[in-house]
């Protein structure tokens, strides 16, 4: 893939077409098909990580892989316009996200709090509580822009990437 299929109109067009009956927006189309193709999920096991909606608590999909004892908190940020950017504020916003994930209290609290109902089966169905304290917990932070500022030294006692 080169870089031009990351405008926002030629990766809909020749990439996301399969996945608009699988879901309403570009955002939810994107993770779909990232989880597919990246992470090799099946369709119906992509659709069930997916969380993206109101009240998602900054997190757009999760993917338990209990094979690697792995946790994967994924956010999708895309832009929509040509020669948009994407900022560090945005990889802030995640790294507090993730925050949310670093126990299993901070888990029972979230799920405690959450109001978006697929959010909550997730965390129900994959057991996120129990596995938090002994699997590796990393971030996903998606982006479909060219245009990319980095600008921040974050660091986290978890294991994530950008």
């Known amino acids: 893939m080169k870089a031009v299929d990351l405008n926002h109109n030629v990766f809909s067009e020749h990439h996301l077409k399969p996945y608009e009956k ?6 939810g189309r994107f993770i779909r098909w990232f989880l597919e193709h ?7 096991d992509a659709d069930d990580a997916c969380v993206d909606a109101k009240h998602d608590k900054g997190v757009d999909a999760i993917y338990v892989d209990d094979v690697s004892e ?10 929509t316009k040509d020669g948009a950017e994407l900022g560090d504020t945005d990889l802030k916003e995640f790294y507090g996200t993730l925050q ?11 799920l405690a709090e959450a109001k978006n109902e697929k959010l909550k089966q997730t965390i129900l169905r994959t057991g996120l509580a129990a ?21 921040s030294d974050m660091h986290s006692p978890r294991s994530w990437s950008a």
């Not at 792995?70 to 832009?79: G, M």
């Open 22 to 27: 699988r879901a309403q927006d570009f955002s």
């Open 38 to 44: 990246i992470y090799r999920l099946e369709e119906i």
């Open 70 to 79: 792995v946790v994967f908190i994924i956010q999708a940020k895309t832009r």
């Open 100 to 110: 949310q994930f670093d126990s299993k209290g901070k888990v029972a609290e979230l």
């Open 131 to 151: 596995k938090v304290d002994a699997y590796d917990i990393r971030g996903r932070l998606m982006c479909c822009v060219l245009n990319w500022r980095w600008q």
